[in-house]
């Protein structure tokens, strides 16, 4: 993408009505506009980062065998009214009557009606057990929207939802939504933390909140120092076995939200003690919906059970914000190579002239046919500004052609990350980069 033919309005110093990092710097590059208090709109940039996440959820739900399905964000309130759940609701839900004055709700999550779902069409234990998931808007009318993405009233999530036969049926496909979420933020790049989260009235020890570090968290979280040194994954089992010793080997490892920390447990370990952000939590709630909603299969014996369920979040645009909390510096963002908006951003240092331009645009077509995402500032501007923009946007990689190095057929290869560069051929700089592409 030629930069001089996209859209991206970049600002050079930080909105004061931003509080936080990712607030600050989602603006300044041109990410989002917000609409109204906690709702906003994605900018081209924001949205391919937002595209970027969403696919690679996808990829990895559809590696664990959960299914897609997609719900309205509108939902009838007598579904509400079944489970229990419309009078209890605060006034964080959004209620709406029609032109028919029939009750609806602008859904804040979706247990009810993937169990309507259900209910009318799995009636058999031969059919179960069964993971369902989508990635809708939701909207929570929170009393004080704040902090951009981080606080909002209207958000993207990944939710999913379980339903077995039996207790021990539903701790298995806990089990393997927990290892998918490990795999899941690995891939996105960033380190979340499973840890122990209040499972409210139906207790036991399925509840688990993904927790990434970040010195602008929302609250205190500890955790043994081996989260954030290891990798958890090393030596992880494929779907198909008894994930239950790995499930049980990890979360043996002590990590703890504040609510749930206990100081006498952690007296002689190395334990870190941190901020951090909630970006997805899994939780068993057996059959809070199921039975008042009459969500039931016949067993073997011929007798009528509800279904054990569960149900698996992620904060899919709250991910945007806290991958940036997690990963910047002064100058703007730093993304991880599987998220960022373009791998590469190709910097023309003197627009207009012959030869630079030559090799800048081969280059360019270069990385099309290769299929690397590069995003071409082709603008007349002054250098400083070029890789002002480049530093706040934040992509991988830059590659820089100035008139000293084209003379040599060379070009400037910048880590940001670490800022190293390195001088290349065309030749060189081409494969770099088509090597090290994500493959999303």
């Known amino acids: 993408m030629k930069r001089s033919e996209y859209f991206i309005s970049t600002?050079?110093?930080?909105?004061?009505?931003?509080?936080?990092?990712?607030?600050?710097?989602?603006?300044?590059?041109?990410?989002?506009?917000?609409m109204s208090a906690g709702i906003y709109s994605w900018l081209p940039l924001g949205l391919r980062v937002l595209q970027n996440i969403q696919s690679i959820i996808r990829k990895e739900q559809e590696n664990a065998g959960s299914i897609e399905v997609l719900m309205p964000t509108l939902q009838s309130a007598d579904l509400w009214r079944e489970s229990g759940r419309y009078d209890d609701y605060g006034k964080e839900m959004l209620r709406i009557t029609d032109r028919q004055n029939r009750e609806m709700l602008y859904g804040p999550t979706n247990e009810e009606m993937i169990t309507d779902i259900v209910r009318t069409h799995i009636h058999s234990y031969r059919e179960v057990p069964k993971n369902f998931w989508h990635m809708q808007w939701k909207f929570r009318d929170e009393i004080r929207p704040r902090f951009g993405l981080m606080r909002g009233r209207e958000f993207l999530m990944k939710d999913g939802y379980s339903f077995d036969l039996t207790y021990d049926d539903a701790k298995r496909s806990y089990y393997k939504m927990f290892l998918s979420y490990l795999r899941t933020f690995a891939a996105l790049g960033v380190?979340?933390?499973p840890m122990r989260a209040d499972s409210g009235p139906i207790g036991g020890e399925m509840s688990h909140e993904f927790i990434v570090l970040a010195e602008t968290g929302e609250s205190q979280v500890f955790c043994d120092k081996s989260w954030v040194e290891e990798d958890a994954l090393q030596d992880a089992p494929?779907?198909?076995?008894?994930?239950?010793?790995?499930?049980?080997?990890?979360?043996?490892?002590?990590?703890?939200?504040e609510e749930k920390h206990d100081p006498d447990m952690v007296k002689n370990l190395d334990?870190?003690?941190?901020?951090?952000?909630?970006?997805?939590?899994?939780?068993?709630?057996?059959?809070?919906?199921?039975?008042?909603?009459?969500?039931?299969?016949?067993?073997p014996d011929g007798t009528e059970h509800p279904l054990e369920m569960g149900s698996y979040g992620i904060g899919v645009s709250r991910l945007v914000a806290a991958i940036i909390?997690?990963?910047?510096?002064?100058?703007?963002?730093?993304?991880?190579?599987?998220?960022?908006?373009?791998?590469?951003?190709?910097?023309?240092?003197?627009?207009?002239?012959?030869?630079?331009?030559?090799?800048a645009n081969?280059?360019?077509?270069?990385?099309?046919?290769?299929?690397?995402?590069?995003?071409?500032?082709?603008?007349?501007?002054r250098a400083g500004v070029k890789f002002a923009d480049a530093d706040l946007i934040g992509s991988p990689?830059?590659?820089?052609?100035?008139?000293?190095?084209?003379?040599?057929?060379?070009?400037?290869?910048?880590?940001?990350?670490?800022?190293?560069t390195h001088l290349l051929s065309v030749e060189e700089v081409l494969a770099f980069l088509a090597d090290k592409k994500p493959v999303i």
């Open 325 to 359: 909390e997690a990963s910047h510096d002064d100058k703007g963002i730093i993304w991880p190579a599987s998220v960022a908006p373009f791998f590469a951003i190709l910097i023309n240092l003197k627009n207009g002239d012959t030869d630079t331009d030559a090799l």
């Open 238 to 257: 494929h779907y198909n076995e008894d994930l239950e010793p790995f499930f049980k080997k990890l979360t043996a490892r002590y990590s703890a939200t």
């Open 362 to 381: 081969s280059l360019y077509l270069a990385c099309q046919e290769k299929n690397i995402s590069v995003l071409y500032d082709d603008r007349d501007e």
């Open 11 to 34: 600002l050079m110093s930080d909105p004061a009505e931003a509080q936080i990092v990712s607030h600050k710097l989602m603006l300044r590059a041109g990410m989002i506009q917000q």
């Open 271 to 299: 334990l870190v003690s941190a901020r951090g952000i909630e970006v997805g939590h899994i939780f068993y709630f057996g059959t809070k919906y199921s039975q008042p909603m009459k969500a039931s299969v016949t067993h």
């Open 191 to 193: 380190r979340a933390i």
């Open 397 to 420: 990689w830059q590659v820089i052609v100035s008139p000293r190095n084209c003379a040599m057929q060379k070009v400037e290869l910048k880590n940001r990350t670490n800022s190293e």
